[in-house]
């Protein structure tokens, strides 16, 4: 077990999750909670290996795997955009239909090989001592986009003026509203870019870093940490890089640890009982579940600078937000 | 068509526009015109249809029939966007400021420049000098949050001067505003108007109308009462009967009373809003019998708290004493058992359940009592013969009891609230905004209704913004500045203007 490999390893799981928060960062940031990121990672990596194996071209998958979740997410813009539906009902029915739809149209996948995005080292910076070798080196592509689209997204949220319409509709549609910012179109773009990232977070799974239809255990329940990140995170940036990168350090920590049978110069209980693991196992879960319940109360959501319209529907006209 | 000196007179002529809300004809073939270089009053009542008529210009809704010309020119509007392309900006009553975003970032939202990356010390600086150009001082930089009501109304007015605007809509802008607040807004308007700027001021404050504005149009139930009449030589009560359609007399009759014993004693009370941050902060205060204390304060410095705090409806710390009974952190009930009763800010939220009848609201407070109910079932027979008393009592205008209570205006529905309450034979009133958004009629009545329970002995609370209001009603006035009691007065001996500074925190007496 060391420290690198563990590091390693956070870094390029850590990716699938920052890809999706970032997606959902950008969607509640308009104001549209989306908590089927599950429901659309899924779909993304079903689509993604599906036409990776088919057409043998990995490209062509992640384009697919994008798309996917897109279409999907746009379902739940029609519904709480257009129809104004409550939004946490609306997300939960996409986790279901489109973890039914992967699992139904992921039929027969498992156990394929599929085309596979490349890995690849950056030229100078990777030869850069001991830096290089743990942060430029032998990374798959999409490691390297998760590295760039972090800073990125911080600076279209906060430096550039789409960034800040699409802040002042998540804080105050109505005013948005009357300088002829169009509140709807703006969610609903916010929306599928989200849904889009969701899908590039389930491609990154499926043909990128740990490739494989592997059906609903390809998530593994990895859209809902997501959601909880960006509650961490306060809907920003680069608190979910950090804490990407560290719950896939934990993931890989997790396994590591069944391996020595001393650990810290003490007996490794692991070791003897793999059972115990999965209690680590559990911990981003368990710390899943506490955002999602800590996050719910609304007051709280405030506090901690949740956009002042998330989950509330815009009707012109209506007195409040 | 008509002389081209003619036509430049007016920067707006709306004619015979129509609008329909479900239920509501909201304009009802409205004319109204607008000349360049005018402070021109919209007035009426609440629900007259003045906002409306104001939303219709300014694009964001579209009339059903009517035309409407700007500098001569037919025009139709899409959106707001339109409307401030052809130069019409409103202010709304409600401020549409983003809180989270800087001055700059505000009234630089929604336009095509700059492109994409946002250069803000630049734009500061040319707000900056805006800002120079009409003497409307506000630190660009700051975030709207940290900014005070007069400020953010500033920020408004400066977002639409920034879109190149010639016709400012002011919507009922001095409500929200301190005495002092509201000398610099008339100053700024003079400014304005000095500077080719036209100016349509909405409101249903007669001295402000009478102070500023050259002409005034009155609306009265979607229907133009007058239009477009010069205001010089207008009385007062001639302003009023045009708005409420009959004579209204201002002179409200006040006794002199000798206060009894103390029913309110309020000692080191504290309480936080609903963010968690401290809203009211060691405030002491106490009420005897027959005696109206009246609370003045902007908005938002901790009124609501204090209120709910004192009703049971906020944790607390600190001590309430009813009659030497302690209430605080207990249940709304504990002091409703002492005798309290709460006339709350928000009507259809807190003080009646919008969509049950008038019986059903009426009874909401005794009905445990016998002839109501028997302990657990509601007599309803009984119930109703009870509120139709209050109805006929109070004059509450409804087709009957079964009525819905949403479906009420907003005087009567007021006047219920005050029927419930008082019928239960309080010893102390606490009143929130009692009078806000009512018509004159309506006003009147609340007021005497609470005089009456002056005289009857009850201790009041009085909570409100219209200074006015207070400095009639009140025996003492204490003014509320960020959650603490800055200085508690004699109404007799307080002026508007030291009440003002203490409202804007410029002024504490030494107690």
């Not at chain 1, 999750?17 to 908590?35: K, P, Q, T």
């Not at chain 1, 959601?227 to 997790?254: C, E, K, Q, S």
């Not at chain 2, 013969?385 to 479906?407: C, F, M, W």
């Not at chain 2, 409202?503 to 007496?509: D, F, K, P, Q």
Request: aromatic share 8%.
């Amino acid at each position: 077990m060391s420290f690198e490999v563990i590091l390693r390893a956070g870094l390029a799981t850590g990716t699938i999750l920052i890809f999706a928060s970032l997606g959902e960062i950008l969607a509640e940031r308009s104001g549209v909670m989306n908590l089927g990121v599950e429901g659309m990672m899924l779909i993304g990596a079903m689509a993604a290996f599906k036409v990776a194996f088919t057409t043998q071209n990995a490209w062509l998958g992640l384009l697919a795997g994008i798309l996917a979740g897109g279409i999907l997410s746009l379902a739940h813009g029609v519904v709480t955009i257009h129809f104004q539906a409550d939004q946490t009902v609306s997300g939960l029915s996409l986790t279901f239909l489109g973890t039914g739809l992967a699992l139904v149209l992921g039929e027969g996948l498992t156990g394929k090989n599929a085309a596979i995005l490349p890995k690849l080292d950056i030229p100078l910076l990777s030869s850069i001592p001991w830096f290089g070798r743990i942060f430029f080196s032998d990374f798959n592509i999409l490691v390297y986009l998760g590295y760039i689209l972090v800073p990125l997204t911080w600076f279209y949220i906060h430096k550039t003026r789409p960034g800040m319409h699409l802040k002042a509709v998540g804080e105050k549609p109505s005013a948005a509203d009357t300088l002829g910012i169009n509140v709807y179109r703006l969610r609903y773009i916010y929306t599928f870019i989200g849904g889009c990232m969701a899908g590039l977070a389930g491609a990154a799974i499926s043909i990128a870093i740990s490739p494989g239809w592997y059906s609903s255990l390809t998530t593994s329940g990895q859209g809902w940490i997501a959601i909880a990140l960006v509650i961490f995170a306060h809907w920003n940036p680069f608190p979910v890089a950090l804490g990407g990168y560290f719950f896939g350090m934990l993931r890989r920590f997790t396994l590591d640890l069944q391996g020595p049978m001393t650990f810290l110069g003490m007996r490794n209980p692991f070791f003897y009982d793999h059972n115990l693991v999965f209690f680590l196992q559990m911990t981003p879960f368990i710390l899943t579940i506490i955002a999602l319940v800590w996050g719910s109360s609304t007051a709280r959501r405030k506090r901690r600078g949740a956009p002042a319209a998330l989950g509330v529907p815009y009707i012109r006209g209506e007195r409040g937000l | 068509m008509s002389s081209i000196g003619q036509e430049n007179n007016f920067s707006v002529e709306m004619e015979d526009i129509v609008l329909r809300f479900p239920g509501v004809l909201a304009n009802d073939h409205v004319n109204f015109t607008l000349k360049r270089g005018e402070i021109h009053a919209l007035l009426g009542e609440n629900g007259a249809g003045k906002s409306t008529l104001m939303n219709v210009l300014s694009g964001l809704y579209r009339p059903e029939s009517g035309t409407i010309k700007i500098n001569g020119k037919t025009i139709i509007f899409n959106s707001p966007k339109d409307a401030i392309a052809s130069g019409i900006g409103m202010v709304h009553q409600h401020f549409m400021l983003v809180p989270t975003l800087t001055v700059t970032e505000n009234i630089l939202l929604g336009l095509d420049e700059p492109k994409f990356i946002m250069n803000l010390p630049k734009y500061n600086s040319k707000i900056g000098e805006l800002q120079e150009k009409y003497g409307l001082k506000v630190d660009p930089t700051a975030k709207i949050w940290q900014l005070s009501v007069g400020e953010q109304q500033r920020v408004e007015i400066l977002k639409m001067l920034y879109r190149g605007v010639d016709i400012l809509i002011l919507d009922e802008p001095t409500a929200v505003l301190a005495p002092q607040e509201i000398e610099d807004l008339m100053e700024t308007m003079s400014a304005l108007v000095a500077q080719g700027k036209s100016i349509i001021f909405i409101s249903h404050k007669l001295n402000e109308v009478q102070q500023v504005a050259d002409r005034l149009t009155v609306l009265r139930k979607g229907k133009v009462t007058a239009e477009g009449i010069p205001v010089e030589g207008l009385t007062r009560t001639q302003l009023a009967e045009l708005m409420v359609g009959r004579e209204v007399i201002f002179r409200i009759e006040k006794h002199h009373k000798e206060p009894g014993e103390v029913v309110l004693k309020v000692s080191n009370l504290s309480a936080e809003n609903s963010r968690g941050l401290p809203a009211v902060k060691d405030v002491s205060f106490t009420i005897r019998e027959g005696e109206i204390l009246g609370i003045a304060g902007v908005a938002g410095n901790g009124q609501s708290e204090l209120v709910e705090a004192i009703t049971g409806l906020r944790p607390c710390t600190g001590s309430i004493c009813i009659n030497g009974q302690e209430v605080a952190n207990q249940s709304p009930r504990a002091g409703m058992k002492c005798g309290m009763a709460h006339i709350p800010e928000d009507r259809t939220g807190v003080g009646t359940a919008p969509n049950i009848s008038i019986t059903g609201n009426a009874i909401m407070k005794n009905y445990r009592q016998e002839p109501i109910s028997n302990g657990w079932r509601i007599n309803y027979p009984a119930a109703d013969e009870h509120a139709s008393g209050l109805k006929d009592l109070y004059d509450i205008q409804a087709p009957s009891v079964n009525t819905q209570a949403r479906k009420l205006s907003g005087g009567n529905l007021q006047k219920l609230i005050l029927a419930r309450e008082i019928s239960c034979d309080p010893k102390l009133i606490v009143a929130m905004q009692p009078t806000r958004g009512l018509d004159v009629g309506a006003i009147e009545s609340i007021q005497n209704l609470l005089l009456e329970q002056r005289s009857n002995g009850a201790a009041i609370l009085l909570l409100s913004e219209e200074l006015e209001e207070l400095f009639e009603l009140s025996d003492r006035i204490a003014v509320i500045y960020e959650g603490e009691l800055v200085g508690q007065l004699d109404a007799d001996q307080a002026d508007l203007n030291t009440v003002g500074m203490m409202m804007t925190g410029s002024l504490r007496s030494d107690e």
